[in-house]
């Protein structure tokens, strides 16, 4: 089976109104959208998070990869993925450049498994079906007062969740504090209240004094307290603390991941399919993770961690976001978003990931 041809298209979704991180505001989500047809007809797709640099996945997509894909076997996943890294290993070791071959490897996998009718965990073996998430939120919104964010956690547990994540770092620490001790008095020790900072606080001392302030809320973790690329801070910061910290979502290569993980930086890791460098990639680093006994609980898109979580000892958590959020838009471009039920979410069980789109809502949002 060899590859016919290769298209890239990016989309942006503004979100309903506005949102901020400790770093940065966010107004919309663009994406990188990656279609492998085959000469037997087989289609396969992987997307990404474009962070307004998906036209410039696409430049990377035509002029680099595509020449290295045409006419290659479709199955051919792991030398695809070494030349793709090599030939564009001057234009970016991480970021778009991973991002795209995030995208590429992922369309690949699809493929694999539509070709053998199966969903790609049953290709990888399953471990586990039933996968306990959490429910991201807690996003500085403008005009929000804490009794705002105190019901805005509600409506995550009403429907059924037992696991929330909040943003910190933006704030002064006592002011973060008072957020979070605000949604742990309202609901109870019964809830895991999980924090993410996005690199925000400028350093080792900054982030252990600002959780110092939040420890009696028992926090499950600390996500990204300092910038990711900072690993001595944030193995400072993860032998200071009784909360473990997560970091992740940005690094990609199994080559980083076994630095983040040698350091001791990171208790949890939470690698990105379509960051880190799509399911090869993924697998390598979740099976190294579970050979030193690190839990994985990777970041966004449960349309495709669903699937290879199912096919891990070490997950903890899946990261989902509630439609109310309007902050995750990917779902409305989708024929058939996936659904948490009572805080548990199971992967599909279609050939490949099952992820199909609406066409109409893909060409509203299309930019290039």
Known sequence: MKIRSVDAIAISIPLPAPVADAVRLITHRDHLIVTITTDTGIEGTGFTLGYDGSVAMIELVERIYTPILLGAGAFETERLWAEMYRQSIQAGRRGAALRAISAIDIALWDIKGKAAGMPVKDLLGVHSERLRCYATGGYYREGQTIDDLVREAGKVFEKGFDAIKLKVGKLSAAEDAARVGAVRRAYGDNVDILLDANGGWKSSAEAVAAMRRVEEFHPYWIEEPVRADNLSAMRRIAEALDVPVATGELEATRWAFAELMETRAADIVQPDATVCGGVSEWLKIAHHAAAVDIPVAPHYN??????????????????????????????SVLAEPMKAVDGYIEPRTAPGFGVEFRPDEIEKYRIA
Do not use: R
Not at 305 to 323: D, G, K, M, R
């Open 302 to 331: 449960w349309d495709f961690h669903t699937q290879l979580c199912a096919s891990i000892p070490n997950c903890v958590f899946i990261e989902y976001f509630i439609a109310e959020s309007g902050v995750k838009m990917f779902d």
